[in-house]
């Protein structure tokens, strides 16, 4: 997984308290402490990144369903056109 760590200027930032990386999202901090700190973390950090871990499987596995149901589409799609044209 790659974060974008650049900031544009004016943008809220969210400086990482450990190594002070800034990120432009607060999820992105929390994901990189998790990432990247995870033994220095306190209950309440290592919570906040298992939360928003979650949340992004979530997303990808969202993701794949409407990758696999495209696929499936293109597949009977094609079946069609093949049965149709003589
Ligand atoms: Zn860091």
Redesign the pocket.
Known sequence: MTLETSVPSGEPSYE?A????PFSHREYLVL??GL??GDELSDEEVNAFHEAYEEESEELRLFRLKALALLVLLYFGFLFMYSIVP
């Open positions: 990482c450990y190594c002070g990386q990189h402490r990247k700190h």
